[in-house]
């Protein structure tokens, strides 16, 4: 291939990029009006479109149908979806290459992995230049919402790696200097100064973060008395669970609205805040959603393991796939308007929760995050690692004046929760790991817990 061919080719990819964006975007913006009906009608149109491709392209798919002596059309309502099986992390990983459609050549596949939840990578395909491309449509969709706009200015506190931060440039531009990217590798006492003054100069109206960088930034900030950022509109929030005391903290001291979303790089499902609420609108174009409950049947409680059929991805169709996040679904209205199904809580991956002696799941949220803690302000990091049942060590950064009460006060409201179902250790910390994508986990979960009922 010349090299003119090869730019004609990166070109056509630009712009196939940019019509699946465009298109996908526009889409968005008509059928947020639509009625539940007209919703619904649409979602089993295009699941029937995706079953019909997955048996003819699928060979993993074709096995399934057959087996159970199904046809694409015997799968006609939401009821009925339930009849194929629930597509689990081990199926992708051993079915690998039967997942794949057989009609898109090797050129229209990215490959994408994912850490998981227990670090434990999984692999699987995009549509290359689509994928991408429609995502960011629908996050674009999701950021209208608070008003963002390609043009203004954003700081970015996520996992992005500083090219010079070795060298002591904590921080780089781009998107046409739009974007001021902070290492969150580097966020100590020290630097945080500058990181404050560098993004006060800046003068961004948004912040993009992590929901735990922008938390260390938030609290450096009211410990050190600092005044909020001027023009600040959003601080859009998303890729780890955001705790209440995160929002709360973050909105009191930045003096604006924390956004967030839920999603994973798997794709099957998107859900986002509105202009009015804080529940989670859940996008019918993207995905089918149920919750099952342990046993792994659909469940009409509002509680229940979310499983959803992408109806975005061809490349390697996700039907009835399994996350490892527990949703509690909302049955108001929301005044804004939209017909979406709505999330009250993501309650917290599978992984983030705690084992007792009498083997009793408990969640994060339960023990520690719906409670108030005094010592919370005299924390500078904490992180809880369970390695056996009925036992976690808490690991905590300490702020200058901390002291044995905290801990009391900690241990204390733990076994409210837990009575003496749970020992607690405590270990005391310079510094505490992130993961290689340069999220925080509040915790490492060393038991498997994605198969216990
Ligand atoms: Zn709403």
Request: aromatic fraction near 12%; charge should be negative.
């Amino acid at each position: 291939m010349g090299l003119n061919d090869s730019i004609t080719v990166k070109a056509l990819g630009i712009l196939n990029a940019y019509g699946s964006f465009r298109s996908t975007y526009n889409f968005l913006k008509d059928s947020q009006h639509w009625t539940a009906d007209e919703l619904e009608k649409y979602q089993l149109e295009r699941l029937n479109d995706l079953l019909e491709h997955s048996y003819e392209n699928v060979p993993y798919y074709r096995q399934v149908f057959e087996k159970r002596d199904l046809k694409p059309s015997d799968i006609y309502d939401f009821d009925s979806l339930s009849l194929l099986p629930l597509l689990t992390k081990d199926i992708i990983k051993n079915h690998f290459k039967d997942l794949k459609a057989t009609n898109f050549p090797e050129n229209k596949l990215e490959h994408v992995t994912t850490g998981g939840s227990t670090g434990d990578p999984m692999g699987f395909y995009y549509e290359k230049g689509v994928s991408r491309a429609q995502e960011w449509a629908f996050i674009k969709t999701l950021w209208d919402r608070v008003g963002y706009r390609f043009r203004d200015k954003c700081a970015i506190l996520r996992g992005n790696v500083v090219k010079d931060a070795e060298n002591g440039r904590l921080w780089e531009k781009t998107f046409f200097n739009r974007w001021l990217i902070l290492s969150t590798y580097h966020m100590t006492d020290e630097n945080l100064e500058r990181y404050v003054e560098k993004i006060r100069k800046f003068d961004p109206k948004f912040i993009q973060a992590y929901p735990s960088n922008i938390t260390i930034l938030a609290k450096y900030m009211e410990k050190n008395g600092l005044d909020p950022f001027k023009n600040l509109k959003a601080v859009l929030c998303g890729s780890e669970n955001i705790y209440p005391w995160q929002k709360e903290l973050v909105e009191r001291v930045l003096n604006c609205r924390v956004y967030s979303w839920y999603g994973h790089s798997e794709r099957t499902i998107l859900a986002g805040e509105c202009e009015l609420s804080s529940n989670y609108h859940i996008f019918p174009e993207y995905g089918i959603f149920e919750l099952i409950d342990d046993k792994g049947n659909v469940t009409s409680d509002d509680k229940g393991i979310i499983v959803s059929t992408s109806l975005t991805n061809y490349a390697m169709p996700f039907i009835r796939y399994k996350t490892d996040d527990i949703g509690i679904i909302s049955t108001e209205k929301c005044a804004c308007g939209r017909n979406y199904p709505l999330f009250k809580t993501i309650e917290g991956r599978l992984q983030e929760y705690i084992l007792t002696k009498n083997r009793n799941l408990v969640s994060l949220t339960a023990l520690i995050f719906s409670q108030h803690f005094e010592s919370f302000s005299l924390i500078k990091e904490m992180q809880i690692v369970q390695k056996e049942p009925g036992k976690i060590v808490i690991k905590i950064i300490p702020e200058t004046g901390y002291s044995p009460e905290n801990e009391e006060e900690i241990l204390y409201k733990l076994t409210n929760v837990v009575a003496d179902d749970l020992e607690v250790s405590f270990e005391y910390v310079d510094q505490i790991a992130r993961t290689k994508s340069g999220k925080h986990k509040f915790l490492i979960q060393e038991l498997e817990l994605n198969n216990i009922g």
